[in-house]
Each structure stands twice: as C-alpha cells, then as structure tokens.
C-alpha cells in the first residue's frame, strides 16, 4: 500500500506517466490540446491455446467444445455472469431450438436445456433465469475452462494477418492474454473490429433494428388472464395495445408487443416495447436507450393495470442489467450466408449445424407499413414447415484475413436478413461450439483456422452432440 506521503513524493512523476500496479513500471504519455499517445508494459497474465472474448451463449459454448479436445482457454465475461442478454438482459425464453422434427441445437445447447429441467425453480414457459446462470456456472466451470468476470477486453496487438495478444481490463488493472486462436463472442463483433476485421451493420442504410429493455412483473393472476383472454392469445401480445395508444398512455406509438411469458405464481417476464434508433456499439446511444426504456416501464405499468385483466395488480419488479441489443455488426467471413440459402433451405459441404428460426426482423421505426412487413415475413413469407431447416457453414466463422480469429454468435458472417433469424440464442449455441472446436482443431494442427479438416471438425462435432445430418 503506497502512503499519503509517498503518493505525495511521486506525484510529479505521475503527471507525465501512470504507475503500473502490476510492475511499478510508469507509462510513458504524450499530451496534446486534443490526444494522447500511450505507452505502457503490461504483464502477459494467460498465455493459453484460446482466447474467447465474451461468456454468452455462444461464448460458453465455444469454451465448453474446446476443453473437450483439451485446449487451454481463458474466457472474459465483462459482466457479473454468463449468459448475456438470456440472464444479464432478462431475455425471457429461448427462441426455438427444433425444426418440428430434429433438435437442432444438439450437444452444449442440449445439455444446457436437460440441466436446466433439472435446475429450476419456476413451472412456467418463461426461463427461470436464477437458475440459468447456475447452468452456465456449472458447465463452464466443470469443462476446466480458466475464466474471470468483470473482466472486458479492449484492444488487440496484431502482425499482418495475426493476432499476437489481446489486452483486457479487469479490477486489478490491465493485462494482456496471449494465445494460439482468439474467439470473438463479444456479439458486437468488438475483437474482430479492433483487430480490423472487415464488417458490415444494419441495413444497407445503415440502420439496426431497435432494441429493448427486458422485465420481471409480479402480481399477476394468470388463471384471471387465461380465463378472460381472447382466442389464440396465449399471452398479453399486444391486446388492446392499438386502444391504449390511442388514449395517449405510451409516448411512443409503437403496436410491435413480444409478450409476457408466465414465470411461475404471480410472476412474468416480458419482452416488451422498443427503444428505436439504438447503436448498441456506442455507449451514449445505449444509455439514452437505457433511460428510455426505464422510463417506459411506468406507461406499461398503466398498460397493463388499466386495459388486460388479470394485470389489474402487475407491478415491475426488475428490468435487465444489460439492455437487449437485436443487431449490430456482422463480421466479414469467407462466405456470406444469404437470403437466398435460407430460401432454398441451402445444404454446404462444409456445415456445422443447422437453423429453422424464421427470418425476425423487428420493425426498425414505430409505424403501420414496418410492422405489418415483418408480421408478413415472420408469420408468413420467411417460416419453414416442420422439418425444414438452413445450413450454416463453417466459412461463415471465419474473418477473411486473419489467420487465428473465429467468431460466434450473432457477430458471425451473414448479411441483414438471415441475422435475422441465426442471432438468438439456440443460433449462438450452434455457431458457439462449433468455434470452439475448431479453435482447438486449429491449435493441435498448428494451422490456421481457414485450413483445418472441415471433415475432421464435423465428426468431432457430431461426436459432442451436434446436429448434422449431411455431414
């Protein structure tokens, strides 16, 4: 512990240079009216085989697949927990994981489900979201992966096409983590980026479908709701929600309702509102985001206690510690999944899963024409009958130009329709673990993750539990 009076003594010294805890080495730094250049020694904490940026699903799947071929990993989660947006964000149930027919998301996102049957707490549909985190904590923790929270990598230090080192941002100060094979599952593409991945995000103007701030509710009598509702409403989906915006309750009028999943008892969570125009890579316009969508949470209430019975008492109980972002970047890889291969319910030769969620792009501003496009597309135009299924190719995983980058999860190579539906979280679960085999494929090669046995990766996948029928 340095004293008041030998912080006093270095204080000259640290206006031109920050101490480093780690080392006691100062930072060097250049001032100027408008920059600063800084330089700093940081201690190499993890020299590991992977490196896996972010522990969401798709990020806890890559790190569980690759412990399984006995790869060293460390995984940064810069929250509290694993999960992100299905624990952290409140997100209150998982989208499909079948196509009618096959359980698509065989292997980690099987066993994530069957420990969570196990596990909860809470009867109803909605996720019981307590106890999902402990099946993150569990499965991580029991795969040997080495991991911290609150941990959040910021930047990388790259050679040509190579990443030689990541630096991350923990309570204790800065360090860096060498490895042979980083995985970006930051879900914004953020590794990829700093390295210098080619990207794109949004539409092709640009623009991202909005967000929304998830919630626990109580006081609900759902026996009440289910006695008075209307046919082929199993849950409050926007029911009289036209009428309550035309009596002036809520200040955006947005006719897009998700729901409210009953929880258990009196509890439910929703997925409810938007808050349009968000930039889930810009911290201003997330919390401008995170304001608005708290704000909201009062008209709701009114919403709910005034117009649906059996909400008459419903009062807010929580809303999620991270705000539910939809879209943001998709990283360049070397194949582009399209809106034509969902279409044509495309097979590749080198797939490491398959994917049924209809194509779910919310609509990107609150009016007519966007939502009855997307009721059209999502309840119609773009949903598969039973048994149908789109591929997803392991080319899609991995950034052109990089010789040891992979990415997972909604980040991957797609473009602004097929994002569309690959983005949640069974999706992630899919592209999540097949990254995390890879990587460790990569490493016991010593290859770079474009040449690996594509064949190889299937079975080893296929023998973790993966879905792939025309591997």
């Known amino acids: 512990m340095i004293s008041r009076r030998q912080w006093m003594l270095t204080a000259g010294t640290l206006a031109a240079g920050a101490l480093n805890a780690e080392s006691g080495v100062a930072s060097e730094a250049a001032v100027s009216e408008k920059e600063i250049s800084f330089t700093r020694t940081l201690p190499i904490r993890y020299d590991v085989d992977v490196f896996i940026a972010g522990g969401g699903p798709a990020g806890t799947a890559a790190a569980v697949a690759a412990r399984s071929r006995g790869a060293r990993v460390f995984l940064a989660e810069a929250h509290s927990c694993f999960g992100g947006m299905g624990t952290a964000g409140r997100v209150p149930v998982f989208m499909q994981m079948s196509d009618g027919e096959h359980f698509l998301c065989g292997g980690y996102g099987k066993t994530v489900v069957d420990t969570l049957k196990k596990d909860r707490l809470f009867p109803g549909p909605a996720t019981d979201i307590e106890s999902l985190k402990r099946v993150y904590d569990l499965l991580v923790k029991e795969s040997g992966t080495d991991f911290t929270f609150y941990t959040t990598f910021c930047e990388t230090v790259v050679s040509g096409g190579h990443i030689d080192a990541v630096i991350c ?40 479908m909005p967000g929304s701030l998830c919630s626990l509710w109580s006081g609900i009598d759902w026996a009440k709701w289910n006695a008075a509702r209307p046919k082929g409403i199993p849950q409050p989906q926007g029911y009289k929600l036209k009428q309550a915006i035309q009596d002036g309750v809520f200040s ?28 889930g ?10 304001l608005c969508g708290r704000r909201s949470m009062k008209e709701f209430t009114r919403y709910f206690n005034e117009y649906l019975e059996g909400f008459e008492e419903a009062k807010m109980v929580d809303t999620g510690s991270l705000l539910g972002i939809r879209e943001t970047r998709r990283i360049l890889g070397d194949y582009v999944l399209s809106l034509d291969d969902y279409k044509k319910r495309a097979v590749f030769p080198d797939e490491i899963g398959r994917y049924a969620y209809p194509i779910d792009i919310h609509p990107l501003s609150p009016n007519a024409v966007n939502l009855e496009r997307h009721r059209k597309e999502f309840d119609q135009e773009f949903r598969y009958a039973k048994g149908e299924s789109y591929g997803i ?42 990254s995390g085999m890879a990587a460790a494929l990569a490493v016991e090669s010593k290859q770079s993750v474009h040449d690996i046995d594509v064949k190889k990766l299937q079975t080893c996948l296929k023998d973790f539990g993966a879905y792939l029928p025309n591997a």
Request: a negative charge; aromatic letters at 8%.
């Open 252 to 279: 955006v009028p947005d006719e897009h309702f998700t729901g409210v999943a009953e929880l258990g008892g009196n509890l439910g969570g929703a997925n409810i509102g938007h808050v349009f125009g968000v930039d």
């Open 169 to 208: 941002v923990a309570p204790t100060g800065m360090f860096a983590v060498r490895a042979k094979v980083y995985i970006d599952a930051t879900g914004n593409g953020d590794l990829a980026v700093r390295a210098g991945a080619k990207f794109e995000k949004g539409d092709a103007e640009g623009h991202m």
């Open 281 to 290: 890579t810009d911290e201003r316009s997330i919390t401008d985001a995170l």
């Open 393 to 434: 190719p392991y080319r899609t995983l991995t950034p052109v130009g990089w010789d040891n980058l992979l990415t997972a999860g909604r980040c991957i190579s797609s473009d602004h329709y097929v994002h569309g539906s690959v983005r949640v979280m069974p999706g992630c679960f899919i592209t999540g673990q097949a």
